[in-house]
Structures are given as structure tokens and as C-alpha cells.
């Protein structure tokens, strides 16, 4: 009888991809996919550290199998940004998880299962973990195995090397890796054989793609050329590694959505430094103007975060006015959230907790009347 696994998927469109990575592995290992987390064998959490409250949802939600006795309880195997961020320590605070695989040692899951299936014994509580990964091999993405029927993301670099001082990706998911163009596009037309015409490529930051020459400009005019490829987008853009050839090059691809992905972060220079954003306020509004005279039409959308240490209301107004003044279709907010390890770490987390959900909902509000007056124009 074949193994049946669940797969629970947590944070960014990364983690949605990495887990039919993981499906794949498991498919062409033998094992079969259950949409139904109640017939499961073994049960995965793919997770996502990337604030305090990500972090809070996958434990309560791992709370749940505390009172199932061990023989009852299906294998539980605690996969991805958290894995890799509490490593060990997750057995200590959810001593039912059987493994833990951090994002970069995917490949190995199926072999950690067979272990605790052929090892796992009543008296015996085998623990596995693994963490210490640095590579994913290429085979990984070519599994064939999509959750959608229409649409694929394709991840075309791995990790991100940028550290913004208040951000935990480049500790969980390493540094910058750009797999090979011919790979990404091989996957691509593999996918169209399977009947996907639609694709979105990922990366922490695509613009920053560079392989034996092809840099992202030249990435997404190939991705265009692809016969039987209807439409194509990409995230994330960082507003440092844009230019006017990437904007030109957004324009000149037909089928690629007229849509950019620019997270600002803050509207302060002062706090920007801080960040480790490589960018002035000016710089990314000067941005916005040359992109959206290249690309006409062009919808914009950003990422803010509100609270980053020391902020002061004059470096709010400063972020409230940019969202004022650039008019984006859209905008995540969120309040800063301490992470393990980070540059801002070391800052005193000092705007308190009212004050940061008052910036939060004023510039929520403000976005949705933007959002909505441009919806009606
Ligand atoms: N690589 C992408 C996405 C990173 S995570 C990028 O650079 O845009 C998505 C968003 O989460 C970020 O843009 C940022 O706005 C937010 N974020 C990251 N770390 C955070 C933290 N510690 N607290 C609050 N928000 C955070
Ligand atoms: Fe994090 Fe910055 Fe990298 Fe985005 S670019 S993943 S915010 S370090
Ligand atoms: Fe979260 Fe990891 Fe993505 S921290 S946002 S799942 S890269």
C-alpha cells in the first residue's frame, strides 16, 4: 500500500513552488499526494519565518497533534524557512515532530521518510534533521509536477544575498543562486508540453538574475519568445537593480503582464539606510516616473513596512506621503517584526505595539481609497 502525505503550505509563492518540488520528490519515490490531511500517513508543514506571526501560525497549528498518542499520530516533518531557522530546537518546543529539513535539503525528504518508516518503533523515537544543506540539485525542478493545470511558477534564483537588516531570508534560504537560463527555459517548454500556458518566475529578486552573460532583461525577452507561452510574470523586483533597459525590456515582451512588483519599504531616507535598502526616497520615485513614461499603462504595486526601529512620525509621514504621492494599485503593509539573527536585531524594537497598528491601518486606509479611486477611473 502506497504512503500517503499531506502537504500544509505556509508563506511566499517560493514556498507554494517548493512544495510541488516536494510533491515531485515524493511521487517519484512512491509515495502518493492526499488532499485530505485526515488520511495522511505523514503530514509536512512547508514554513515561512518571515515575521513573528508566520512563525505563530504553523505552531498552533502543529499544536493540534500534542494530544494524539504516538501511535496514532501520523509521521510529522516540519520543512522549509522554519526548519532551518529553529533547526533542532523545534524537537525541544513540538516534541512530536518526527523530522525537520531546512529549504535547501529538499532533495533528501523522501530518503528521511523511509528511514522513519522502516526505524520507527514505539520505544524508539528516531529524530532526523537536516540543515546544513547549501545546494539544490537541478533534477528537482523537473518532477512535472504542477498544482495547477494552467498556470506554473518557475523559480529562477534561489535564496537572496541582499540583507536588509530587518529581513531573515538570506539566514533560511542562503545566498543568491541563479540556476542556468537553458534550465529554466527547458522547464518552462517542459510544462508547456504538459498544457500550462500561463507562468510567473520567482525569485527574492529577480532583477538581479545573471547566468553566463544573460542578465533578467534578457531572460524575460527569451522567456517571450516561447512558442505555445501565453502570458508571464515575474516577483520580486528590488528598486536598486532596476533600470531604464528592464523597464524597456517589460514593455517590449507582449506576452509578459504590465505589472511591477516594487517594494519600498519606507518612505525615509533615514530609515531606508537603516534597512540596508541601497536606495533613496528619490532614487525609487524617479524610478516610478521613468517606468511608468517606458511602460504605458503599466499597473505598480509595493511592500511597506511600518514601525522598523527608531521610526518617528516624521519618518511615517515621509512613507504615508510616498503612498500618497505615487498612487500604486496596490500595497502590503506590515508591522516590523523582530527576526533571529538580523542587523536590526541589535536596534531597539521601540515603536510600541498601538503605535505600529495605528500606522498600519493609516496607511491601509489611505491605500484603499487609492485603490479604489483607480478602480473607478
Ligand atoms: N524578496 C522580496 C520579498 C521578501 S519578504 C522582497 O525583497 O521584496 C516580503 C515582504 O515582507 C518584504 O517586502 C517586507 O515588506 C516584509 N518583511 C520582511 N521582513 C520583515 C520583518 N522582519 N517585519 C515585517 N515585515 C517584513
Ligand atoms: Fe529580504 Fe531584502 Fe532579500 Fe527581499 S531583498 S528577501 S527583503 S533581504
Ligand atoms: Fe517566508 Fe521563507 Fe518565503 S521566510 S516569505 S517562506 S522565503
Given at each position: 500500500m502506497k504512503i500517503n502525505t499531506y502537504i500544509y503550505t505556509f508563506g511566499c509563492q517560493m514556498n507554494v513552488r517548493d512544495s510541488e518540488v516536494i510533491a515531485g520528490l515524493l511521487v517519484n519515490n512512491g509515495y502518493q499526494i492526499t488532499i485530505n490531511p485526515d488520511?495522511?500517513?505523514?503530514?509536512?508543514?512547508?514554513?515561512?519565518?518571515?515575521?513573528q506571526h508566520a512563525e505563530d501560525k504553523v505552531w498552533s497549528e502543529?499544536?493540534?497533534?500534542?494530544?494524539?498518542d504516538k501511535q496514532n499520530r501520523p509521521i510529522i516533518g516540519l520543512v522549509g524557512c522554519m526548519a532551518q531557522n529553529y533547526k533542532e530546537k523545534v524537537f525541544t518546543r513540538?516534541?512530536?515532530?518526527d523530522f525537520i529539513v531546512g529549504p535547501n535539503d529538499l532533495r533528501k525528504i523522501p530518503q528521511i521518510i523511509d528511514n522513519l518508516i522502516n526505524q520507527r518503533s514505539p520505544l524508539t523515537q528516531l529524530k532526523i534533521w537536516q540543515t546544513n544543506g547549501t545546494w539544490r540539485p537541478e533534477e528537482i525542478y523537473h518532477s512535472g509536477f504542477y498544482q495547477d493545470k494552467e498556470h506554473a511558477y518557475v523559480i529562477i534564483s534561489e535564496g537572496c544575498s541582499n540583507y536588509c537588516s530587518y529581513?531573515?531570508?538570506p539566514y533560511v534560504r542562503g545566498p543568491l543562486r541563479n540556476r542556468n537560463y537553458k534550465d529554466i527555459l527547458r522547464e518552462i517548454e517542459e510544462a508547456i508540453d504538459k498544457?500550462?500556458?500561463k507562468f510567473t518566475l520567482l525569485g527574492q529578486n529577480v532583477n538581479a538574475y545573471e547566468f553566463d552573460g544573460i542578465n533578467f532583461n534578457k531572460l524575460i525577452r527569451l522567456v517571450n519568445e516561447i512558442k505555445g507561452l501565453e502570458e508571464f510574470g515575474f516577483i520580486t523586483s528590488h528598486p536598486k537593480d532596476a533600470t531604464e533597459e528592464f523597464f524597456k525590456a517589460i514593455s517590449d515582451c507582449q506576452k509578459l503582464k504590465q505589472y511591477l512588483h516594487l517594494p519600498v519599504q519606507s518612505g525615509s531616507d533615514r530609515i531606508l539606510k537603516l534597512m540596508n535598502r541601497g536606495y533613496t526616497r528619490g532614487f525609487y520615485l524617479s524610478l516610478v516616473d521613468r517606468y511608468r513614461k517606458i511602460v504605458k499603462r503599466g499597473s505598480l504595486s509595493t511592500d511597506i513596512i511600518v514601525g522598523f526601529p527608531s521610526e518617528t512620525e516624521e519618518d511615517f509621514l515621509d512613507t504615508y506621503n510616498l503612498v500618497k504621492d505615487v498612487q500604486f494599485n496596490n500595497a502590503f503593509i506590515f508591522k516590523y517584526s523582530v527576526r533571529p539573527n538580523t542587523e536590526a536585531e541589535k536596534l531597539p524594537d521601540n515603536v510600541d505595539k498601538k503605535e505600529k497598528e495605528r500606522r498600519h491601518r493609516l496607511i491601509l486606509e489611505l491605500q484603499k481609497n487609492i485603490s479604489k479611486g483607480l478602480n473607478e477611473n
Open positions: 488520511e495522511a500517513d505523514v503530514i509536512l508543514f512547508n514554513t515561512c519565518s518571515v515575521r502543529l499544536g493540534r497533534f500534542k494530544k494524539k513540538a516534541p512530536y515532530v529581513c531573515i531570508v498544457g500550462i500556458r
